[in-house]
């Protein structure tokens, strides 16, 4: 099995219910295995700022999905829970969005798929929830807890966690 991280967001409709469903759609326990998951987090909008705030997680998996195929997973997870990226602005309000972040320590540069994910780096609403769960993770020469801390994390806010 093959690790891999991925960031989780949402700003339409229930949004910690909506990725709930998420995660428990794309971690079938057999070909996708959660290992983690962050918290919740509320967080400003990033690229189109007139929209709700968004809900932000991170998970790690262990998958037997190749990268193109655990995409697809992903993309397919996002339709069922109503996104439609025909239609969507970009970087504007979605149910779901589901990126992988990182697919073991594997550089990959294809139409669609890039690993790892091009702007991790400047996305405090992924780096912040991924910290909590993998801080000593090196991706593309930089520890995860040391990338987080160097962006501005202004307006996140950790969710408290709801009755399970």
């Known amino acids: 099995m093959t690790e891999a991280l991925l960031a989780l ?25 959660l290992k ?8 400003p909008p990033w690229g189109f700022k007139y929209q709700a705030p968004f809900v932000n ?3 790690v998996v262990e998958t037997t999905l190749p990268p193109r195929e655990l995409l697809e997973r992903a993309q397919a997870v996002e339709l069922q829970l109503g ?6 602005k970009r970087n504007g309000p979605r149910t779901a969005d589901i990126d992988i972040i990182a ?5 990959l540069d294809e139409p669609n798929l890039t690993l790892p994910h091009p702007h991790l780096f400047e996305r405090a609403f992924v780096l912040v929830p991924l910290a909590e769960i993998a801080p000593d993770r090196v991706i ?5 807890s040391e990338a987080a801390a160097a962006v501005g994390a202004s307006g996140i806010t950790r969710l408290a966690r709801p009755d399970r």
Request: with cysteine; hydrophobic share 35%; proline share 0%.
């Open 9 to 33: 967001g949402g700003n339409v409709g229930n949004s910690r219910a909506i990725l709930d469903r998420a995660v428990a759609l794309l971690c079938d326990g057999k070909d996708v295995r």
């Open 36 to 43: 983690a998951r962050s918290s919740d987090y509320l967080t």
């Open 57 to 59: 997680l991170c998970i």
């Open 83 to 88: 996104r439609d990226r025909a239609n969507e």
């Open 103 to 107: 697919y073991d320590n594997l550089a």
């Open 140 to 144: 593309a020469g930089r520890k995860v």
